[in-house]
């Protein structure tokens, strides 16, 4: 398939959303088709799971509830807007995806990870990202970054969770950095953004379609 299928993981406040920013304004500059999307959300469906899953007032939500509902929204994602935009040869930037699933659910909530896999592999038609970029932070820092920003009234279900939830969702990251490293890349999200943005593009560079 054409088109090139990027993704960006890490925990919470670790700088995703303003790397994704910067990575899109400089490749719709220099003319490529690019198809932006969040997770979960990216469609009227998604964007109606998203309100479910991070609603803080859903205390009594099941693990198995949410990874389902996190596997529905990216399957509907996957079939309205990914696939078609690759097929027509766009570069996507995708703001989380499968992996997160894997490591909130499949670790941070312990459901295992070869499980998510496999309800992963059949959401997204087994099409899986060409590139993972993963920030890696200390979640405390990632969520003071949260609370200067957003103030602590504004944090979501998931970002509310225990610093213990968040720590193991780390390590479920970084485990998949070490599996699959042709694939994902780590990166230190505690260094300057211009940094993280260097990296990003000098890894990138030779990815990009002509
Ligand atoms: N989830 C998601 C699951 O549990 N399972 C799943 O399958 C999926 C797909 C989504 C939530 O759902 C969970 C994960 C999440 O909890 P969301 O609102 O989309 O919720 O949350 P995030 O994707 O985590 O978005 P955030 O905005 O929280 O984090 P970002 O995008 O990583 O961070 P960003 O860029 O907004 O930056 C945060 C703050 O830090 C500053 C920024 O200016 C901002 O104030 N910053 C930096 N500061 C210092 N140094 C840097 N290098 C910085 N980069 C940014």
Redesign the pocket.
Known sequence: MAGLFLSFE?T????????IDRLEARLVRAGHAVLRV???GGTEIGERIRAV??DRGHTEMAPWT?LCL?VAS?AQLMRERILPALEAGAIVLC???GD??VA??GG?RKLGRGRVERLNAWATAERRPDRTYL?DLDPRI?LA??R??RGAASL?R??SEALAFHRSVRRAYLALARKEPDRILQLD?????DQ?ESLIVADLGPRLPR
Do not use: M, W
Request: glycine share 16%; charged share 30%; proline share 5%.
């Open positions: 890490g919470e406040g670790a700088g995703k959303t303003t790397q969040r997770e979960p899953l991070l949410e996190y990216r703001d989380r995806f997160a699933s909130y659910q941070g920030f990632g970054r949260i200067a920003g979501d998931l970002e999200a505690a260094l300057d953004p993280i």
